[in-house]
């Protein structure tokens, strides 16, 4: 039986709802007071006066309704979940260890362990919010072993949907859905002979002799665990930065792959806010993170402690000494050896996005602790949509639904290299990405069939309106995923050629999806430019009038449109250009062509473009 006990420090959530924890926050507390915290001294040492209580309290009852907080019974199910997890690892050590000629009293000992780490280890995951856990396995537990024979094991169970292995990342990885609960699962492989059941990973001296994948593998668990032991106010920290994370999801700059800060980076930020402003309470503590951050002189690192001098060889960001750490745009420093930048994927576009969004809440912030304003303004989205006359749509489509969460991963994951590209226009002030994926649903005919339309075109409904088929004369369902890009252009009233910028980033997704064999037929990727008037042709109108109503965390849309984006093959890029051109709702526009590409010369002198995987052209 797993012991849960095991895990009620490493693991419980709220500290509320936890004495153990809180009594562990106060000791912690006690020895956080007798040393400075961080690279310097703090700004204030200033204690609680009436109105921060006030203000605290109102901020907890503010975030209630954005489903911050799990029920009892939700973090009864995670606990139930990792419970299962571990003894699914436990058998598999045992069984694997068998397998390898170790004679069973060994197999018994050598243990192997799940720890926690992440959002859900910070105690502030909010409801809906993965779990980030490490299996950790004795030396005769190879990382191929993990991708094999556990991940079979994990298939065969019931409780596991949408598992996937990805085993070639920076940070391998097995993702699934245990029992409703979404986990990322990486592995360890120590240089033990057996794993204790409450064994500390802190020791820098573990990583001796361990691989890089094993080492990074570590580096979430060990990050964790520092921050938590940096902060002077484990309680204190865990609220503000559940307010910092619910206001950047909010405000669409959550997300470390598209280029803004992941959970990690917001914990850092929070972290190091609480440092220097030790005895504050949350609602302080949040009006004093945005007016550090919104002052600060970037690309000055944010670090929590003087990083460790170890050397075991592993590399660290350090731009005394690497020479590329020195064009991070916005390095937020982890403390664990070997640190490392959390925000290598910020670039200039996503940081003065950022910056805007600091300036901002420092003025709500203001208003708030003025008693102009409430916290539900922190936490009101603004309309992204409204913000940019012209944007680029970013559609993935493909034939099924487990292809689709393959390819929208991959996709996503390279989004950041069109904005640098676009970013490089010298026409471009701003690339704008919202990191919202949209999903079209796929439509159906009166047969049950599934059905693409192209865009802007009404829903059909007699005489059934053409099938896709395969080669095999199999229909073909559409899933396509968009994302937006709101775009700034430096001035009106010149050309802007945007074909390479497009083409170079689409040719280069294709090329990593076949080159890992990961593409599959009906796999396609588009961009194309809208302006914001033609919006509704891929979001529905009551959705881009719900930009302002609540809901937390990165969402996945259905964007029920009067029409579902056209999902293109790979090799149907050359017809379908010339028709949707030809079904362009700038149709009446002379065109002619230019060297190769089309030039259209709009008689408002208003941006157009059109927009192929492999074609575009801008008129402004
Ligand atoms: N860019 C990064 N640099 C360093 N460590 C990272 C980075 N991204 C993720 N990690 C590690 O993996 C952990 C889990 O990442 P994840 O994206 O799930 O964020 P999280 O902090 O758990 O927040 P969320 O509530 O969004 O899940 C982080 O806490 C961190 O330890
Ligand atoms: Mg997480
Ligand atoms: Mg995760």
């Known amino acids: 039986m797993w012991p849960a006990s095991q895990y009620s420090h490493s693991n419980v959530n709220q500290s509320s709802q936890s004495n153990q924890n809180s009594q562990r926050s106060n000791e912690h507390q006690n020895q956080q007071n007798l040393r400075t915290l961080g690279m310097t001294s703090a700004i204030s040492m200033a204690g609680p006066k009436p109105i921060d209580i006030e203000k605290t309290n109102e901020l907890k009852e503010s975030l209630i309704p954005y489903g911050v907080f799990e029920s009892e019974a939700e973090l009864h199910h995670r606990m139930e979940v990792l419970g299962a997890l571990h003894r699914l690892v436990r058998q598999w050590i045992r069984d694997l260890s068998l397998k390898k000629n170790m004679p069973p009293s060994v197999a018994d000992t050598v243990g192997g362990n799940i720890y926690t780490f992440g959002s859900y280890r910070l105690g502030v995951h909010h409801r809906g919010a ?205 403390p664990a050896y070997p640190q490392q930048n959390s925000t290598f994927n910020v670039s200039a576009s996503t940081r003065s996005v950022i910056m805007e969004e600091f300036r901002l809440g420092l003025s709500i912030t203001d208003e708030i602790m003025l008693g102009k304003c409430n916290w539900e303004k922190l936490f009101e989205a603004p309309n992204f949509f409204s913000r940019y006359k012209h944007f680029i749509v970013l559609l993935a489509s493909s034939a099924d639904c487990e292809h689709q969460l393959q390819w929208c991963g991959l996709v996503e994951s390279k989004i950041r290299h069109l904005i640098g590209n676009l970013e490089r226009n010298q026409h471009i002030t701003l690339a704008h990405v919202n990191p919202e994926c949209y999903n079209s649903v796929p439509l159906h005919t009166n047969n049950g069939e599934p059905l693409a339309l192209p865009p802007g075109a009404p829903i059909p409904t007699d005489p059934a309106p053409e099938i896709r088929k395969n080669k095999d004369g199999e229909v073909i369902a559409n899933y396509c995923s968009m994302w937006f890009i709101g775009l700034v252009f430096e001035r009106t009233n010149v050309n802007v050629d945007l074909t390479y910028d497009i083409s170079s980033f689409t040719k280069a997704v294709l090329y990593q999806a076949e080159s890992t064999s990961m593409l599959r037929e009906g796999m396609s990727i588009e961009a194309r430019h809208v302006r914001r008037k033609q919006l509704h042709q891929y979001l529905s109108a009551s959705l881009l009038r719900r930009e302002r109503t609540s809901s937390t965390g990165k969402r996945r849309h259905n964007a029920t449109a009067s029409a579902a984006a056209t999902p293109t093959t790979p090799g149907d890029h050359a017809n379908k250009k010339t028709k949707r051109l030809s079904e362009s709702s700038v149709s009446t526009v002379p065109r002619k062509m230019l060297g190769g590409h089309l030039l259209a010369i709009v008689e408002d002198s208003a941006v157009h473009a059109w927009l192929a995987a492999d074609f575009v052209y801008l008129v402004i």
């Open 130 to 334: 993965d779990i980030d856990a490490l299996c950790v396995a004795p030396r005769h537990i190879d990382r191929s072993d993990y991708f094999q024979t556990f991940y079979e094991l994990l298939k065969q169970q019931p409780q596991v949907r949408d598992l996937r292995a990805v085993e070639d990342a920076f940070v391998p990885v097995i993702k699934m859905n245990f029992d409703g609960i979404e986990i990322d699962l990486l592995f360890a492989r120590l240089a033990l002979k057996e794993i204790p059941d409450s064994f500390d990973l802190r020791d820098d001296m573990l990583l001796k002799n361990l691989d890089q994948k094993c080492v990074r593998s570590l580096n979430g668990y060990r990050v964790t665990d520092e921050i938590l032991r940096l902060v002077p106010d484990i309680d204190n920290f865990r609220l503000t930065l559940r307010a910092i994370k619910l206001w950047a999801k909010r405000h669409g700059i959550y997300s470390n792959t598209l280029g803004y800060l992941g959970g990690v980076s917001w914990a850092m930020l929070v972290a190091r806010t609480c440092q220097l402003y030790p005895n504050a309470l949350p609602a302080t503590l949040v009006h004093k993170f945005f007016l550090v951050f919104s002052q600060w002189k970037w690309p000055q690192p944010v670090l929590l402690k003087q990083p460790d001098s170890v050397n075991l060889g592993f590399p660290v960001w350090d731009p005394r000494v690497n020479v590329s750490d020195r064009y991070h745009f916005m390095p937020i420093i982890t």
